[in-house]
């Protein structure tokens, strides 16, 4: 595999898809028509030099994610929101229209955002803590303790995907998240970029936010291995505290496994493309033509198959094989 440099993730009916800092979301309509939106989007660590710095670039990557990936996931719903166009608006929704005016999406944004993250942070480090801590008595070791906490996290978060995966939004969703790493894996490895070739190629990639969580919930088994408090108040403290840490730390093995064919790092790779098996589903045809359309507005696919891969799509094939026999 050659590593591309794109990237993408899945929104309603949809696929948002970036290459450095340019991303395109294609979505297709109820209608059957596929609409695209073209923008750019600076990351924290172009803007901040400090962010960019190994260890530190992963937590501010990831709220760059969470930002972009909010900020197109609205846009993709907004296709397919009912017809509310006759009602009055109520009396929170009038409040919020008087009190941020314009602004107020981008409020609501912001505001969703950051309950989120907190939900996430209570459920997926609070909670295990929490649930390990009634076994505390009957495990003496530190260690063991440890692990049985990352264990019921892993629990918590495969019981989350198995519950969501039920809803037909979010098994759609799922299906357009396979059709993105599809269409990555098909290029990486050295195929033109078309529904056939897109369809046999792998729906699993080395690079996948999912991946990335499992990494955290393992990082973070052989953090709390070390950190060690008395108090249930210390250590709740602690799983807090260290998240940007076991993020940053997380990330840069998701780096070096996303952009390295050593034997090494497919090993430590395949417990999260394991877990993709979750989060990702095997796409229909339309969806891998949103996903290549996608595709296709951010990245010169052609150029990047005949500097890449020479020996078989040597310079000017494509060109040569556009002209008229």
């Known amino acids: 595999m050659k590593y591309s440099g794109i990237g993408g993730q899945a929104v309603l009916e949809g696929i ?18 596929i609409v695209i ?3 750019t989007y600076v990351s924290m660590a172009e803007k901040v030099k400090f962010f960019s710095l190994p260890f530190v670039r992963g937590i501010f990557s990831f709220a760059d994610s969470m930002i972009l990936g909010m900020k197109t996931l609205t846009w993709s719903a907004s296709f397919f929101e009912d017809d509310e166009e006759d009602e009055a608006p109520g009396r929170f929704e009038s409040f919020l229209i008087d009190k941020f005016g314009e602004k107020m999406e981008s409020v609501v944004m912001t505001a969703v955002m950051i309950f989120s993250v907190f939900m996430a942070i209570g459920i997926f480090m609070v909670l295990p ?3 390990a801590g009634f076994f ?21 978060f495969i019981a989350y995907i198995k519950i969501i995966s039920r809803m037909d939004d979010i098994r759609r969703t799922f299906m357009y998240h396979g059709s993105e790493h599809k269409c990555i894996n098909c290029l990486e490895n050295g195929l033109v970029l078309n529904v056939e070739n897109v ?12 991946s990335f969580l499992l990494i955290v919930m393992v990082i973070s088994i052989l953090f709390f291995m070390v950190v060690r408090v008395d108090t249930i108040w210390l250590r709740i403290v602690s799983r807090i505290v260290l998240i940007p840490v076991i993020a940053g730390v997380s990330y840069e093995v998701l780096r070096l496994a996303g952009t390295s064919n050593s034997k090494i790092m497919d090993i430590i790779s395949r ?17 891998i033509q949103v996903a290549i359309a996608a595709v296709e507005e951010v990245f010169d696919w052609k150029k990047y198959l005949e500097e890449n891969f020479p020996e078989t799509y040597p310079a000017g094939y494509f060109e040569d094989q556009e002209k008229p026999a």
């Not at 450095?20 to 979301?25: G, H, M, S, V």
């Open 16 to 33: 948002m898809m970036k290459n450095k800092d340019t991303y395109a979301t294609a979505v297709r309509k109820p209608d059957g028509e």
């Open 37 to 39: 939106q073209k923008d």
């Open 129 to 131: 803590l929490l649930i």
């Open 136 to 156: 505390r008595r009957f495990i003496p070791s530190e260690t063991a303790m440890a692990v049985l906490e990352g264990a019921i996290r892993i629990g918590i």
């Open 199 to 210: 369809r046999k190629s792998s729906k699993e990639h080395k690079r996948c936010g999912t």
């Open 271 to 287: 417990p999260g493309m394991w877990m993709q098996g979750l989060t990702t589903k095997e796409p229909d045809d339309s969806m």
